[in-house]
């Protein structure tokens, strides 16, 4: 018996996990997907260190488990965390990846979409460098629309209504990437 043959063979997206125009800078925090094949959701965040400051090493530190404490007071509340997202988008555009696409970032947390739980097991995380009330960038919005079309296309289940913010899958406990992120606008660039 043959094995079955995988969806979308040709995508080198697919078959890399890695973004070519992605800055890699790898993460320990990740672990193996139940089913790299079931890849069907994108989970857009933000996150700023320290908290509303934009620039500096802190996120890719945070990101790679080398986060100065006692560079900043808020480092030593989350200096024993391990997290991690697929990408990161920084304010002016630029694009890191930390962990392959086939791999389980750890960016949702105790998460549900549609009455599925656990989004971690299926979904792609993106970091927005940004804080909920602080207007984000031109350069992240149109880098956001053009790494989420590429990703559509090696992972067609990711289709326009299974892009969410985190707020959506974690309410109550998360509240990213808030009202300052302009969702119309956003779905504009994808459907333009």
Not at 64 to 74: E, G, K, M, Q, T
Not at 76 to 99: C, K, Y
Not at 104 to 131: K, M, P, Q, T
């Amino acid at each position: 018996m043959s094995e079955p043959e995988t969806p979308y063979p040709d995508s080198p997206l697919r078959q890399s996990g890695r973004l070519p125009s992605a800055r890699w800078c790898p993460s320990p925090n990740f672990g193996p997907r139940p089913d790299e094949n079931d890849i069907s959701l994108l989970v857009v965040h933000n996150i700023s260190l320290p908290p509303e400051q934009f620039g500096g090493p802190w996120i890719e530190d945070f990101f790679c488990n080398r986060l100065d404490v006692s560079a900043h007071p808020y480092f030593r509340e989350i200096g024993g965390m391990t997290v991690s997202s697929h990408l990161l988008i920084r304010r002016a555009g630029e694009l890191l990846q930390f962990v392959r696409f086939q791999d389980r970032a750890w960016h949702a947390g105790r998460s549900v979409f549609c009455g599925r739980e656990e989004c971690n097991d299926y979904a792609i995380g993106v970091e927005l460098e940004g804080a909920d009330e602080v207007p984000y960038t031109e350069a992240q919005y149109q880098q956001l629309a053009l790494v989420t079309r590429q990703i559509q296309s090696a992972w067609p289940a990711i289709t326009d209504n299974r892009i969410t913010g985190h707020s959506n899958i974690a309410p109550g406990r998360k509240t990213d990437p808030g009202p300052a992120f302009d969702w119309r606008y956003f779905r504009q660039l994808l459907a333009g």
